[in-house]
């Protein structure tokens, strides 16, 4: 009998490859520079342009991680257009029929019976798959049943929840210390702005 086990998030932020390491060093200093960049093009290119500076004083870049010596490259099928939001169950119904039977062109009949499909994406997509598989347990169809297809959530996603966790963190931290200080607040977390705005506003009653 399978037992939910509750994860803190304390357990995920400490786990093995979510701690703050070199990597993620050179990734905040590449958004910090990204940042500058596009706020002041001209006198960044300056700087970074036609200089001989040391490594250490470069444009930073993305960091490279775990590569891998293949002797051919990796094949891949670029995927049209789906105009469809993945917001509902019947979506995902739609996209994985958009995907495996219009554009790759599988035979709903014998390609599924031995195969399974890995289906990277973002949390909300993983539970709805799951939830597709669920709904049709019983199924006798192999295509129709999505026995086939496993889903999981990408690493990039992963990353963002732990990234959530740590803002969340810094932010309480960030909290205490200005009432600390006296006659400074913060909105709460609800009211701030989205992710996408990068933006954290602080303002003094």
């Known amino acids: 009998m399978l037992r939910m086990i509750p994860i803190k998030p304390f357990e995920f932020l400490s786990a093995q490859g979510n701690e703050c390491d070199d990597i993620e060093d050179q990734l905040s200093n590449l958004f910090?520079?990204?940042a500058i960049h596009n706020a002041f093009k001209q006198e960044v290119d300056y700087i970074f342009e036609g200089c001989n500076l040391p490594h250490h004083l470069r444009y930073p870049q993305p960091p490279v991680i775990d590569?891998?010596?293949v002797e051919e490259p990796t094949l891949y099928t670029p995927l049209g257009a789906i105009l469809t939001?993945?917001?509902t169950i019947d979506d995902i119904y739609e996209v994985l029929e958009n995907i495996?039977?219009?554009q790759l062109r599988f035979d709903a009949e014998k390609?599924?019976?031995n195969r399974l499909f890995l289906a990277f994406g973002d949390q909300k997509t993983s539970s709805l798959i799951r939830s597709c598989k669920g709904l049709?347990?019983?199924t006798p169809e192999q295509f129709d049943s999505h026995k086939w297809i496993l889903p999981a959530p990408g690493l990039w996603h992963?990353?963002?929840v732990s990234l959530s966790f740590r803002t969340q963190a810094c932010m309480i931290s960030l909290r205490c210390l200005l009432a600390l200080l006296g006659g400074v607040s913060m909105p709460p977390p609800d009211s701030m702005k989205s992710k996408s705005d990068g933006l954290l506003c602080?303002?003094?009653d």
């Open 202 to 204: 602080v303002k003094k």
């Open 158 to 160: 992963l990353r963002q």
């Open 136 to 138: 049709r347990t019983d």
């Open 32 to 34: 910090i520079f990204e």
């Open 100 to 102: 495996y039977l219009r």
């Open 85 to 87: 939001s993945e917001s």
């Open 67 to 69: 590569v891998i010596q």
């Open 111 to 113: 390609d599924f019976d």
